[in-house]
């Protein structure tokens, strides 16, 4: 039986999430007492990224909520690249690495996203083939998969949105941010003796 990548999306990655949150808790940066001005701009990076993140899955949730699989979306961030929530998740997971005040994260996360999204989309984007034809087709040739690509760019004057809907993938696009406000309440458990660490990372 074929292992369906984007039926289990979101357990798989709740699994990932547990685990590096267990990695989080656990380790400390070896930056950290040894030059606070690599660690600051470790931390700039990652909040700029974050941030990034956060603006960019709200903007794509302003035009999927109440639509997603409905219909075929391409205004807005997805005139630019086909699968926008997932590099803006990309961006913000990255971020979350560097958050850290490390370099082994961002580049592991980086991998992992790597090896795991490009079948995601792959996924995601037969059954969209199946279900809108010819029209998702010209999409896919016009705009690319992951990366975006500005030229394309387009906006409509105005449109129609899901105000319950788009509440709710608000808090979504905002877990980022909480995530990086976890990593300081660690941090700060750990300067009070609260909470100790397995291991440091470059």
């Known amino acids: 039986m074929k292992f369906n990548v984007e ?20 380790t400390k940066s070896y930056w950290e007492t040894k030059d606070e001005v690599i660690t600051f701009f470790l931390f700039l990076i990652g909040i700029i990224f974050v941030a990034i993140a956060s603006l960019g899955r709200m903007w794509c949730s302003l035009y999927i909520a109440g639509y997603k699989d409905e219909k075929l979306i391409t205004k807005g961030p997805y005139s ?51 279900k809108f034809g010819v029209a998702f087709e010209e999409y896919t040739k016009k705009v690319p998969a992951l990366f975006p690509r500005f030229s394309t ?4 004057n105005t449109y129609l949105v899901n105000p319950a809907v788009y ?22 458990m750990r ?12």
């Open 80 to 130: 630019i690249c086909r699968n926008p929530l997932y590099f803006f998740s990309m961006i913000g997971v990255i971020g979350i690495g560097f958050s850290t005040e490390t370099f082994t994260f961002p580049i592991v996360f980086i991998i992992l996203f790597s090896l795991y999204y490009p079948f995601v989309i792959k996924s995601e984007e037969k059954r969209l083939k199946k």
């Open 7 to 26: 039926k289990y999306r979101i357990f798989l990655s709740r699994i990932a999430a547990a685990i590096g949150l267990f990695f989080l808790c656990s």
């Open 153 to 156: 760019f387009e906006e409509p």
């Open 191 to 202: 300067e009070i003796g609260f909470l100790s660490h397995l291991w440091s990372l470059y």
């Open 167 to 188: 509440r709710g993938h608000i808090f979504s696009a905002l877990w980022f941010i909480w995530v990086v406000g976890m990593l300081e309440v660690i941090e700060g």
